[in-house]
């Protein structure tokens, strides 16, 4: 079992869309978890954290975390053309600063 | 620098070849790490330092790897006896602090081609 797993997608969405990205993680103790967006060809860029359960909101981005079943998700609200790119969940074990990434969900945001 | 710098931007090298990546983090940043990401996949671990010393090194993948950060500051990845499966983009990262918060700062990598 992969510690951090995410559908590589691609999803497709319509402009003005929510999308709904998901990740669940192995390790219980985890308590630090990240969504990176990384353009093609370009690095990661941090988007939003969240530690406690429940909801983070940032804009039109919105975190969610559900410890008990060890998900996380992030929500898009009015997607645009310019969200379309790889998003990253990471995930940081209870025990150490080490990051770990999900394999990463391909979104593409159709005009 | 106002941001992480990473250099070669490229590098391609022949089987067997030895290979030095180095990473200029940002100025202030105690905590560095170097990732390995391959095409369709996220970033990989490999190892961080928290100020000189290696934090975790759990991620390097065999006895060919090795990072150095002797001041703290600039690291160095290094990988002997290159292999065709080490192709990949080398990413590095710093934060700042050893709280559990923190951004990863990334860098642009370097792309690592092995012939």
């Known amino acids: 079992q992969k510690e951090v797993e995410q559908n590589s997608g691609p999803l497709s969405v319509p402009e003005g869309a929510i999308a709904s990205l998901n990740c669940t993680y192995s390790d219980r103790g985890s308590q630090s978890f990240f969504w990176y967006r990384q353009y093609s060809g370009k690095s990661p860029e941090l988007i939003m954290f969240?530690?406690?359960?429940g909801d983070k909101e940032d804009g039109r981005f919105t975190a969610q975390l559900n410890k008990a079943s060890q998900y996380v998700s992030l929500l898009i609200r009015d997607s645009q053309p310019s969200d379309s790119a790889t998003y990253l969940c990471?995930?940081?074990?209870?025990?150490?600063?080490?990051?770990?990434f999900g394999t990463g969900t391909l979104l593409a945001v159709q005009p | 620098g106002a941001g992480v710098s990473q250099t070669p931007s490229n590098k391609v090298t022949e089987k067997g070849k030895y290979v030095e990546l180095r990473c200029d983090p940002i100025s202030g940043h105690t905590a560095l790490y170097w990732y390995r990401q391959s095409l369709g996949q996220g970033p990989e671990f490999l190892i961080y330092?928290?100020?000189?010393?290696?934090?975790?090194d759990s991620g390097l993948p065999n006895d060919r790897f090795f990072a150095v950060r002797p001041e703290g500051s600039v690291s160095t990845l290094k990988i002997q006896r290159t292999e065709r499966g080490d192709s990949a983009v080398y990413l590095c990262a710093s934060r700042q602090g050893t709280s559990s918060g923190g951004e990863l700062f990334f860098g642009e990598g370097s792309r690592l081609t092995v012939l």
């Open positions: 990471a995930v940081k074990g209870g025990a150490t600063n080490k990051l770990i």
């Open positions: 969240i530690y406690s359960n």
């Open positions: 330092f928290q100020g000189t010393g290696a934090a975790d």
